[in-house]
């Protein structure tokens, strides 16, 4: 079986949490979908509560503390990314977004992202499209056509056959999908030199 | 080793009295400080430059000079010379000046600058940063080492029959320390030439600078110029000490917590732990500082940041009679035995000199 690995950022705040909720059955869903293609997907899962500070004080210091530095290097180099974010105030939460913010810009081109978003009704469920999927956009990632949202119904009416089931396997699916298409992901070397002395001096 | 101090020159209220120096106590101040360095037996004394508030240093030739008229021995260095938008016919003019006017005792450290608008209100482009870098200092390593020079680039009028004045001093160029913190283009550079590599390393975790330096080394080997442990290396330091080191965090603490750069961030103990900032006795700062040679090798050149943060003169003055008098003698005891006889000392106007007139006697 081919290796690949994905990471699954989660930015739902309470322990336990809807938004994780949603994040582990949607990394579920692509470990399968991903092994009917002959992939064994390595799943790490963020918790961005855990890295809050170190998110607040990278925006403020320049550098990232250690175990963010880990995270945002897991996220670098990632086959695939689940990204899953509670809708506060028409939109991703700052928690999510600060994360983005201190990402690289380029650490995120041409990855497979599968985006979804939890809230407490559907009436939510667009900002994934003018929020979540403008901001992959502009990091240059491939994001799978089908977004997952869930409200706080979801959980309910809708069984495990039901709708948000559907909408999971879907994203799911596209995902391993992209991933499949693809090499493993490279990571370039921030400190690799990429022309010689000679040609700058030109 | 040298030992010594670089400053950023900023102007900061003093959060523990509300204090916020004026421009003429801030300036006559760095003036006490950088001589009272050469007092407590220090090498070095390294000016940055900044074109913006809340720094005074715009001009820090006229300032270096200054400080050179009233001391005897201190070596005069920039933290940094902003190599991108200087024009580097005046670098080349102003610090050959200073050469002369110190005896030689200066030698310089290019960086790019880290304040966008400096290169639009200089009429530069903030994009093309590491080419600027990499053209202007190619001009001023030829005007130092070109009596005539004819030259045509991208960011600057052209040069026909252009003599920069003064001549360096005994035709010996003021030595060169790059810095950067992550570009390794700018690592290059100095690999290049053979000029040192200056890391600022109080902002970053160690792990980083220690890529940087080792990157610096193994370029500088590729270039002919000497083994990797033979480069040259300078690093930045950030200490605040006192006999207990509980007195020492405790009156640091609202410094730190309100400083520029890092303050309302991490605490004083994750920046600590993260970073080479000590906070504590003097000596775990000569054991911190030691540990420094554990991940970039020998190296030849340890600057302190002392006056900054809003901190007073007069704890600023203390500050360098405890680093002069019981950190820096025990550091260059024990640096000195540990570094092999191969590895060179930063290069002065001194060593410079004599190189030049070995190899004049080698070619006669």
Request: glycine share 6%.
């Amino acid at each position: 079986m081919k290796q690949r690995t994905l990471v699954v950022v989660s930015a739902g705040l309470s322990q336990p949490s809807s938004t994780r909720l949603l994040a582990d059955q949607l990394s579920a869903a692509a470990v399968t979908a991903a092994a009917e293609r002959g992939i064994e997907l390595h799943v790490r899962t963020i918790e961005l509560r855990d890295l809050a500070h170190d998110i607040m004080n990278h925006l403020l210091t320049g550098f990232p503390p250690v175990a963010l530095k880990e995270a945002l290097d897991a996220v670098a180099g990632a086959d695939g990314l689940i990204a899953v974010s509670p809708i506060f105030t028409a939109s991703y939460s700052g928690l999510f977004k600060s994360f983005f913010d201190v990402v690289d810009k380029d650490a995120l081109a041409d990855k497979p992202v599968l985006i979804a978003a939890t809230a407490g009704t559907a009436r939510h469920s667009l900002a994934l499209e003018h929020a979540l999927r403008p901001l992959f956009g502009y990091l240059r990632a491939v994001v799978v056509p089908t977004s997952v949202f869930a409200a706080s119904d979801d959980w309910g009416a809708d069984s495990s056959d039901g709708f948000l089931q559907t909408r999971i396997v879907r994203g799911a699916t596209e995902l391993a999908t992209e991933i499949d298409r693809r090499e493993p992901a490279t990571v370039a070397d921030p400190f690799a030199l990429t022309v010689s002395f000679e040609d700058l001096l030109k | 080793m040298q030992f010594g101090i670089f400053s950023v020159s900023d102007i900061t209220t003093d959060p523990t009295t509300g204090h916020t120096p004026s421009e003429a106590e801030r300036i006559k101040n760095i003036v006490t400080i950088a001589k009272h360095a050469e007092e407590v037996g220090l090498d070095v004394f390294a000016l940055g430059e900044h074109h913006n508030e809340p720094f005074f240093s715009s001009s820090p030739t006229t300032t270096l000079a200054y400080i050179a008229a009233q001391t005897e021995k201190l070596l005069l260095s920039t933290a940094t010379t902003l190599i991108t938008t200087n024009d580097p016919v005046k670098i080349a003019e102003d610090y050959a000046m200073l050469q002369h006017l110190s005896d030689g005792r200066v030698d310089l450290m290019m960086g790019r600058g880290n304040t966008g608008p400096v290169y639009p209100w200089f009429g530069k482009d903030i994009r093309a940063g590491i080419p600027l870098a990499i053209e202007n200092y190619s001009l001023l390593h030829k005007l130092w080492r070109e009596h005539v020079v004819d030259w045509q680039g991208k960011y600057r009028t052209p040069l026909q029959s252009f003599t920069s004045t003064p001549r360096p001093l005994d035709e010996v160029p003021p030595f060169v320390w790059h810095g950067s913190i992550r570009s390794p283009e700018i690592a290059e550079q100095a690999a290049f030439y053979g000029d040192g590599f200056f890391a600022n390393h109080i902002f970053w975790p160690a792990s980083h600078t220690q890529r940087m330096i080792e990157l610096y080394r193994q370029r500088f080997a590729h270039y002919g110029h000497g083994d990797p442990d033979q480069a040259i290396v300078g690093l930045g330091g950030q200490v605040f000490m006192r006999k207990n080191s509980q007195d020492a965090v405790k009156e640091f603490r609202p410094y730190f917590d309100n400083a520029p750069v890092y303050g309302h961030g991490p605490s004083m103990e994750d920046f600590t732990r993260e970073t080479p900032l000590t906070v504590g006795s003097p000596q775990q700062v000569i054991d911190r500082t030691l540990g420094f040679r554990d991940y970039v090798g020998d190296y030849q050149r340890q600057l302190f940041l002392m006056d900054h943060a809003g901190l007073p003169l007069k704890t600023v003055l203390e500050q360098l009679d405890i680093l002069g008098e019981e950190v820096v003698p025990v550091l260059r005891k024990e640096f000195a035995a540990l570094k092999p006889a191969h590895v060179p000392d930063a290069p002065t106007h001194a060593s410079l000199l004599a190189k030049k007139q070995a190899k004049e006697e080698v070619s006669a």
